[in-house]
């Protein structure tokens, strides 16, 4: 199947920093990325609609100044937390929808745990 | 997308069928079911979709009631691996949007 990477696997931060996670389709081609978030015990949280060479879609009440969204590439995007504080620490997800696979299948990175100190 | 209503947790013996129910009253003509499942610190992984017919792949069996309002995921012998929250989502496969929005999902926990 599809496969998508995301790196860093885990990053440690301090409060005031900027965290840059990058998120890649390995062997198809992803015009449209997604960003998710999820907290302990919780379900993930569509944050962004990540679109090749177009602004990312924000879902309400994300900040897109602070979670800033490229999406260079027709296989890579990337998350950048700016100015980190403690409440970001949370897993991100991202996700790449394959358009060649049947109805567009949606396929998920590992992860990306951040902690802000 | 049409809401979709999963019980919060189901445990299966290991070895036995787990069937895992999904409720989408409100499911549009046009809107798939796609299944996915997250085991525990790891991004969710696809495991099937369909429209209105019954569908089986390598990991699982999708039953679709005819009138479409509900849905049974079927793992046929079920292992200690497939331990995971199993998210039922509905969405409709529009060109270049349809996003898939996740609820609470059902946590499989399997027991030997």
């Known amino acids: 199947g599809a496969v998508v990477s995301q790196h860093p696997s885990w990053v440690i931060c301090k409060s005031g920093t900027s965290v840059k996670i990058e998120c890649r389709s390995l062997?198809?081609?992803?015009?449209?990325m997604f960003w998710y978030r999820q907290f302990p015990k919780q379900s993930l949280m569509l944050m962004a609609t990540?679109?090749?060479?177009?602004?990312?879609?924000?879902e309400q009440g994300v900040e897109k100044d602070k979670f800033l969204i490229n999406h260079a590439s027709l296989t890579l995007s990337t998350l950048t937390v700016t100015s980190a504080h403690p409440e970001d620490s949370s897993f991100y997800i991202c996700?790449?929808?394959?358009?060649?696979?049947?109805?567009?299948?949606?396929?998920f990175g590992p992860g990306t745990r951040l902690l802000v100190l | 997308d049409a809401k979709t209503t999963q019980p919060p947790s189901m445990d299966c013996a290991e070895g036995r069928a787990a069937n895992l129910p999904c409720n989408h009253s409100?499911?549009?003509?046009?809107?798939?079911v796609y299944w996915y499942r997250q085991i525990h610190s790891q991004g969710p992984q696809y495991i099937i979709h369909?429209?209105?017919n019954n569908e089986t792949n390598e990991m699982a069996s999708l039953i679709i009631t005819e009138d479409r309002k509900s849905s049974t995921l079927i793992l046929p012998h079920a292992t200690l691996r497939d331990t995971a929250v199993y998210y039922c989502?509905?969405?409709?496969?529009?060109f270049g949007r349809g996003k898939l929005i996740f609820g609470q999902g059902t946590e499989l926990s399997v027991k030997p």
């Open positions: 996700s790449a929808r394959d358009q060649q696979a049947p109805r567009e299948t949606q396929y």
């Open positions: 062997d198809f081609q992803a015009t449209t």
């Open positions: 990540s679109n090749e060479g177009s602004k990312a879609t924000y």
């Open positions: 409100t499911i549009s003509g046009n809107e798939y």
């Open positions: 369909g429209l209105k």
């Open positions: 989502i509905v969405r409709a496969p529009v």
